[in-house]
């Protein structure tokens, strides 16, 4: 038999790597220049023609226009990214798409065979559209069938392959741009992720960022030269301000001081201006440090999570670029105590893991053609076997093909090809099946012959005669990263399949729709949006797409309430699709709309942190007022979150679209941290309101209010106690509601009421849509108030609350949802 | 000779006639009939068929087919129910249910518009044609919709396959004011509904259905009686049975009713054999799980007695020091506290699995055995879920009419009786306090849609309907002041 | 609003022992032996495979439902939840009593009272 190919790729933000596996060894494929890294680069010159790796990388400082990189980042975006020279604009998947091919071709040179299916890994935290967008790059590279795995399981697998131990073991994988801890389990063999963590944007290339802030802050001491991120006149020399920094950080890992020198750097309205300072390992140690210590805090937020002590770890395997830094080293360790798992290269140990999954997967890379064996002679046998197994005794199940002709065996056999082994004789079950379970040698290939006997004895030949089960660490099916689920009309959501649940997954849900769809009409739409994320309000999860029912496609107008049955299926590459069962009318609709992560543009995300701040300082205020301690530390942290945004912001005014998806990313966090801040003040305001308000409507009821209606108001009243004492906030807000309105009720029936509302209501006549309708009301509500009818007034007062503003609307935060 | 020719000429201008003086006549009494076929059925029918048929009588065979076209004209509703409805020609029948207007009182075009309907509902294999037809008789009932245009677009619905929209137009008929409700739409929706409860064995709806439904009252009562027998209630006798048999007048139609009626002997309710395992299950956990799972298989009418029962057994168990050795002992190696933990979230789960239950079954919650921490878990749960749909109902319906975007009428009266019917079930099952809630959230949104549809959109028969069923909310649950506005309301007419 | 839309016995008919036709006694290793044998099974459509035994009767048993039960036995937490919920083995005597019968249907009912053409 010839030895399998299983192939494993990292596809990484700066650099690019790829592995393969034979089922005993691995390998590391060698670029053109022979090395394992392959720089993610990308260039297209003036005749159209692709450069790739190193050669483009070299020349990224003096052709950006028509030089790509970091073009991870902005995968599943519809950002495209322009080349200038060939007049051509391309999708991030396309250029990621060069890459691999270029990888492709590498393996090609190093082991003679073009492989057709191949794993790729992504970080824990992409989301659907950025998987989708990967397997779509694999696709155009010429991969037929691709895998995806997330880079900390990746790297655990080959981390876990080489060494032997059990326990609890901490990847903490910092790349260029990503940032992934995640925390695995390894008993039995088994490996396990209990669970993931990380930061999409942070890397290597914050740290590079951070440094380019302290020179220019410097520039601004000792020149007073002010250069602005924002300011598009600056953006290419501060490209090559970043490129110089990040080999001079590279550098200072080996040595202590280093000068940087960029002459003529900025063009200012005073001239040029030099840059020339000197590094030392120190100032970028304090330039980088609140990066790092960002980083441990997640790693340490992870270990809370599960109830873990740093002490409990076993070992922690570090993976990419800038864990070289021997300060973070230092300061990683510091933190969480656990010794660095040795001898494992961190650049490479992704791809590596990758390879290993592909053979657990099955995923062998050889093309059809060559893994075509001279046609097999024998009865045809379809069997069922893991191609890699942690279990020693797995099993084996086979079934005799229909409809194939030669004679037929009574009895099947295992027999182990060092013939250690060998099963029992193994008669066939009435569907000619069979179920055996063998024997593996630990940390090897193992071998199988299969053997057949007719009744009579004799051995019947069987096709394939055998087969080979690599034994060693698996990990059966790759975990999703974050719960899909579909956002309801009241903002919840209704979660389909949970963080951590095996690919591929389907699941259906019966909804109900919200509204009527008219037959026929186009602009009646029935959306059902589809969310990513772990939060509990659908506005603070991502939406990821969005299944439509259209009037122009139903057969009968669709009522209210009507039931659909949704179906969500994933498959192991990320893609999504859903269907929708309308079974009233019999009809189901099929297209997903839009799976792209939404843009950024400056002048939404402007937008959001207006309003971010907004509620921010309206949350302070109420937090001081009720002394909540809690809650003030906790909006200190959003404070910090928020001058980060700001500085994104600013950044992607000034052309940087990653910067962009950053601070989308960052408002929706800081969202969600807003919101939790306020569910801890919700409670007590909320007894307070309601102690307030039963005094209130117990005396005015007890004075107007008829004897039906004191009955019902001491029900009510009994009702809030319960759920008072119950915590029930949602139940409390309901019985308050009624108390308010039986109040209410008996308020009104007091002469003077109206007066008093039409006082409150004129002195807010300034906050109504239409201030000169408003003022026109109130001179008409004076004159009524001084005639005495109170008719009219009541009449004025209503129309005056018709143009004060109301409340925001729930439902168009839900993506605007129609289903319940 | 009679003069057929002047007869359908007269016809012919009396319709466009009428037809031009629909606005006025309309504004004079909204609830009149249009008379003119009636006038012409005393003046020109009658006296010319009993002419031609005194001279068939004096052996004049010429007459014969003139007595049957006059005696045809004379019956038109007879004529189309029992010749072209089971026919099913939607056209011809829905001709001479234009002719029967005197049965469709102040709702001809919805009579026409059910006549059609109906024909296509018993049409072998309706053409595009006749659909559309019968879609186009419908939109000329709708404005402005009224009883017998509703039961018409159930039947409708009905043709379509969609019986569960047919069941809520069918029923909700005996919403509406009598005086935009004709009879002969109330009876046949009733009978419809009878028919449709029976097919599907609802026997119990049956009960309800004929009690609340008009138009129709022997045939209703003698399914009601079948009913109870069917369901072994106490005191269903066959006297009963047989006297309302008799009088409905339907003795071929109703024959196997009444003969399966006859033959079921009343039986006493017997109690479920829930002890079945007790013996089998030794411990608690197991215990509670059987209990729980032998929901699956209670009969109707023993609901609430089976949840207390699984209730209590959860209590017990979750409460029990062996249960929680047991939950520690398979919690090794996840943490000290998981056992504690996983019997929290287990009663959580459970909760929640009897709530979605008891809501599945419509058990009545004040049936439930009080005392019980599980049982109280679970009403609250049944309450809460039951508000919160209504609740987001109200909301959407708010958003909407912010918006003001219009529906087709029997459109705006299913989605009120989308609601309503929301609100019935969580009064049925949670009582007064869920039916107050259910009042208050719906009250401003209902009462804003029915102004709406009377005012702007001349939708009045709907419109009286819901503020008819709001009138009897508030009576109960409702302050003084909405008394008196639904009152005002439904006053106004319809 | 999240209760009607779950299926009422999900946790009895979903439960991942009873998928995996496991006790809440075994070990790791025989949940990934099991549920690799179980995979193998269906993906050759064997009708050995095709059904598990619930306390609320049969249920068709799928890959899906296979690997999803797996990933939820790995996890201790998720297993500790199905252990107990699977305390109760399938096919206990509860499990067989059958349905109180309802009184039958009328289903022609409708053909009687002239709503639908017989035949
Ligand atoms: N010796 C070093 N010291 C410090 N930083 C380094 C060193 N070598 C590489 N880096 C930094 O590491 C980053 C690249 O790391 P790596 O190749 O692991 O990222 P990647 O895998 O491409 O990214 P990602 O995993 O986020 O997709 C760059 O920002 C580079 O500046
Ligand atoms: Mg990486």
Known sequence: MATPLYVGIDLGTTNSTAAAFDGEKLTLIRNAQGANLTPSVVRIDARGAVTVGDRARRLIDSDPQNTRSEFKRLMGTSQALEFAAAKLSKKPEELAAEVLKSLRKDVEQQLGVAPTCAVISVPALFELPQSAATSEAARLAGFSRVELIQEPVASALAAGWSANDEGSWLVYDLGGGTFDVSLLETRDGLLRVVGHDGDNFLGGRDFDQAIVDEVLAELLRTQGVDIRRADPRHATALRKLKRAVEEAKIELSRTDELPLLVPGAFETDNGPVDVDVVLTRARVEAACAPLVQRSINVCLRLLAAHGLEPSQLGKVVLVGGPTAMPFLRSQVQAALGAPFATDLDPMTLVAQGAALYAASSGLDGRPAASSAQPAPSGRKVWLQYPAMSSDLSPHVVGRLVEGDSGPKPALVRLVRADGGWSSPDSPLSAEGAFVLSVELVPRKPNTFRLEGMGADGKPVPLAPASFTIVQGLTLSDPPLSRSIGVALANNAVRVYFERGAPLPARRTFRQRTVEAVAKGSTGNVLRIPIVQGELEWAHLCRLVGALEIRGDQLKASLPADAEVELTLELDRGGRLSARALVPALGQVFEQVAQLQVPDATPESLQEGLTAARERLSMLRSSAFRRGAPGVVASLSQADQALAEIERDVEAARGGDADAGQKARRGLLDLDAQLEQAEAGLRWPELEETVREELAVASSWVAQFGSPAEQTLLDEAMKACERARAGRQQVELQRHLRSVRKLGNAAFYRHPSAWEWQFDSASSRVSEASDVSKAEELVQRGRRALEQQRREELRHVVEQLWRLLPEDAQERRLAHDSGVR | ?494 | MSLSEKDVFARLKENAFHVLGLRPSCTRMEVEREGQKLLAMLELGLSEAAHYDTPVGRMPRTAELVRASMATLRDPTTRLQHALWAQLPPGTPAAQVPAKEEPASWPEAPVRLGWRRPG
């Open chain 2, 1 to 494: 000779m009679i003069p057929f020719g002047a007869i359908i000429g007269v016809i012919v201008a009396l319709r466009l006639l009428s037809r031009n003086q629909e606005g006025q006549s309309q504004q004079a009494s909204p609830y009149a009939t249009n008379s003119s076929y009636l006038f012409l059925t005393i003046v020109l029918v009658i006296p010319s068929t009993l002419f031609t048929l005194f001279g068939l009588l004096a052996g004049v065979w010429f007459f014969a087919p003139f007595t049957l076209l006059g005696i045809a004209l004379c019956f038109p509703w007879t004529v189309a129910r029992h010749v072209f409805i089971p026919l099913g020609w939607p056209r011809w029948a829905s001709r001479f249910s234009y002719l029967a207007m005197m049965s469709w009182g102040s709702d001809a075009r919805g009579g026409q518009a059910l006549a059609a309907a109906w024909a296509l509902l018993r049409a072998r294999n309706p053409s595009a044609e006749a659909r559309a037809y019968v879609e186009a008789k419908l939109e000329a009932a709708d404005s402005p919709l009224r009883g017998a245009g509703i039961v018409a677009h159930g039947l409708m619905a009905a043709s379509r396959g969609d019986l569960e929209t047919a069941r809520v137009l069918c029923r909700s008929v005996s919403l509406l004011d009598r005086r935009v409700a004709p009879r002969l739409a109330r009876k046949l929706a009733l009978e419809w509904c009878l028919a449709d409860a029976a097919a599907h064995g609802r026997w119990r709806e049956v009960l309800v259905i004929s009690q609340k439904g008009s138009g129709s009252y022997s045939l209703a009562a003698f399914f009601r009686a079948s009913a109870r027998r069917l369901l072994a209630e106490p005191h269903a006798g066959r006297v009963v049975l047989i006297s309302w048999w008799v009088l409905a007048l339907r003795w071929w139609a109703t024959w196997p009713l009444l003969k399966r009626a006859w033959r079921t002997p009343p039986r006493r309710a017997s109690l479920l054999d829930l002890e079945a395992g007790e013996t089998q299950a030794a411990d608690r956990l197991a215990r509670a799980l059987e209990l729980h799972a032998a929901l699956a298989r209670v009969p109707a009418g023993h609901e609430a007695l089976a949840l207390s029962a699984a209730a209590v057994a959860w209590d017990e168990a979750l409460d029990s020091s062996k249960v929680h050795d047991l939950a520690a002992e398979r919690a090794q190696g996840v943490g000290p506290l998981a056992g504690a933990e996983a019997l929290d979230v287990l009663g959580d789960e459970v909760a929640e699995e009897l709530a979605a239950w008891a809501l599945a079954r419509e058990v009545k919650l004040a049936q439930l055995e009080p005392g019980s921490d599980m049982v109280e878990n679970v009403a609250y749960r049944v309450r809460n879920e039951l508000l919160e749909r209504i609740e987001s109902a109200a909301q959407d319906m708010t958003y909407r009419l912010a918006e003001r975007r219009p529906l087709p009428s029997e459109e705006e009266w299913r989605h009120f009786l989308a609601l309503q019917h929301q609100c019935t079930l969580a009064t049925s099952l949670g009582g007064l306090e869920v039916r107050r809630l259910a009042f208050d959230a719906v009250n401003v949104p209902l009462c804003n849609l029915g102004a709406w549809l009377f005012n702007e959109r001349q939708e009045k028969a709907i419109a009286n309907g819901m503020f008819r069923w709001l009138l009897e909310e508030s009576r109960d649950v409702g302050t003084e002041e909405d008394c008196r506005r639904y009152q005002n309301n439904v006053g106004c007419g319809a």
